[in-house]
């Protein structure tokens, strides 16, 4: 079986400052690690994704992630926070034993002018 | 391209009535279909998944129902909603493996 836990249900920062969003999971293979984002009202568009490359992950909108392995961990960065990129943040694993996604309970990210 | 089309955007039901959303994916083959729900302030919860035409994996029990008529269309159904039932609703398709795309989502209110 596999899990997610996103340790913060809401982090708040002000723009300008970085951003860490936590995500710890287990899984029984060699996972692969995704972090979605949605905003409102809105489908869920991908950010980034590990799948046993590096184990540091390049996103969209300056987003990057680090897999490490022995903490079972891929905490979401970014350096400087921007208004526009208050939403909610899914960390998902799938295992690649199958086809099954499993999400995290998601953090909501709120940026401060 | 692939692009995966849900709707409708919001849908408003009273307890009771019937539900049918759709879901149809374009640019792919035998796709992995899945349906998931969220309730408000909450994460997502895999309600269905389909690996082939006919082919239904459902993990929650409950009133609703899904079906894959076509390799690339994945509707979900109940016969009569419940209040409980309200949610944001979305659909998502993946290949071997890789990353899910999801849609847009249907809003559903069951007043």
């Known amino acids: 079986a596999q899990s997610v836990t996103q340790l913060d249900s809401h982090v708040s920062v002000s723009e300008g400052t970085p951003v860490l969003l936590r995500c710890n999971y287990s899984?029984?293979?060699?996972?692969?690690l995704f972090w979605y984002v949605q905003h409102p009202n809105k489908g869920l568009q991908l950010l980034l994704k590990y799948t046993s490359a590096a184990t540091l992950v390049k996103g969209i909108n300056g987003f990057e992630a680090e897999f490490k392995k022995s903490e079972t961990s891929f905490h979401l960065t970014k350096p400087s926070a921007h208004m526009s990129d208050a939403a909610e943040y899914f960390c998902?694993?799938?295992?690649?034993?199958?086809?099954?996604?499993?999400f995290g309970g998601g953090t909501r990210l709120m940026v401060k002018p | 391209s692939q692009t995966i089309h849900q709707w409708p955007a919001t849908l408003v039901q009273p307890v009771g009535s019937p539900l049918s959303l759709e879901c149809t994916v374009e640019?792919?083959?035998?796709?992995?279909l899945y349906w998931y729900r969220q309730a408000a302030g909450r994460g997502l919860q895999l309600l269905f998944y389909?690996?082939?035409?006919?082919?239904i994996s459902s993990e929650v029990p409950q009133n609703l129902s899904a079906s894959r008529p076509q390799d690339r269309q994945f509707i979900l159904s109940s016969k009569k909603l419940l209040l409980s039932d309200s949610g944001f609703y979305l659909c998502a398709w993946s290949v071997d493996g890789a990353e899910a795309f999801f849609g847009q989502g249907t809003r559903l209110t069951v007043v």
């Open positions: 899984s029984s293979y060699s996972p692969s």
């Open positions: 389909s690996v082939g035409i006919g082919q």
């Open positions: 640019g792919t083959s035998n796709p992995n």
């Open positions: 998902v694993v799938r295992d690649n034993a199958g086809n099954m996604l499993t």
